[in-house]
Each structure stands twice: as structure tokens, then as C-alpha cells.
């Protein structure tokens, strides 16, 4: 494999990694709390309604996990084309 052809690879697994996860967010935070939030209102959480508290606590547990594993997957993908970060 080509340097060239390696540098593209690279960057196709990196728009992968971050289309995915950003999907997740949206799903996450715009789906759960906006959505479907009349379904989650029915379940509550410390007293509070699903949907509300997606809305203003669960999107943003998700953000900070899922920038752990982005931080974890970049770290693999770039020991795995050779790139220092």
C-alpha cells in the first residue's frame, strides 16, 4: 500500500468515526429529547420525566462518553496507519 493510498484510508475511517458518533448525539439528543419525548415522559428519573431530563442531563452524558471513545478509536487509528499525534 501506497503512502497515498494509506492517507485516504485513514481519512475514510476518520469521516466514518466522527459521522458515527455524531449520529449517536443527534439520535441521542434530538431523538430522546425532543422527539419521542412524549413515549419517555411516561418513565421518570430522580422524580424527573425521561424525555425532560434527556433533553438537559442525558445528551450531555453522552457527548462526554462518546468523546472517550472517539479519543480511544483515534488513538487505535493512528497507531494503525503509523501517524504521530
Given at each position: 500500500?501506497?503512502?497515498?493510498?494509506?492517507?485516504?484510508?485513514?481519512?475514510?475511517?476518520?469521516?466514518?468515526?466522527?459521522?458515527?458518533?455524531?449520529?449517536?448525539?443527534?439520535?441521542?439528543?434530538?431523538?430522546?429529547?425532543?422527539?419521542?419525548?412524549?413515549?419517555?415522559?411516561?418513565?421518570?428519573?430522580?422524580?424527573?420525566?425521561?424525555?425532560?431530563?434527556?433533553?438537559?442531563?442525558?445528551?450531555?452524558?453522552?457527548?462526554?462518553?462518546?468523546?472517550?471513545?472517539?479519543?480511544?478509536?483515534?488513538?487505535a487509528?493512528?497507531r494503525?496507519?503509523?501517524?504521530?499525534?
Amino acid at each position: 500500500m501506497t503512502e497515498s493510498e494509506a492517507h485516504k484510508r485513514y481519512w475514510k475511517a476518520v469521516l466514518r468515526l466522527t459521522i458515527g458518533l455524531l449520529s449517536i448525539w443527534f439520535a441521542v439528543s434530538f431523538g430522546a429529547g425532543i422527539l419521542f419525548r412524549d413515549f419517555f415522559d411516561q418513565f421518570s428519573i430522580g422524580g424527573a420525566p425521561l424525555g425532560f431530563w434527556m433533553a438537559q442531563n442525558g445528551a450531555i452524558y453522552v457527548f462526554v462518553i462518546l468523546i472517550i471513545v472517539y479519543c480511544f478509536r483515534m488513538s487505535a487509528l493512528e497507531r494503525k496507519y503509523g501517524i504521530k499525534g
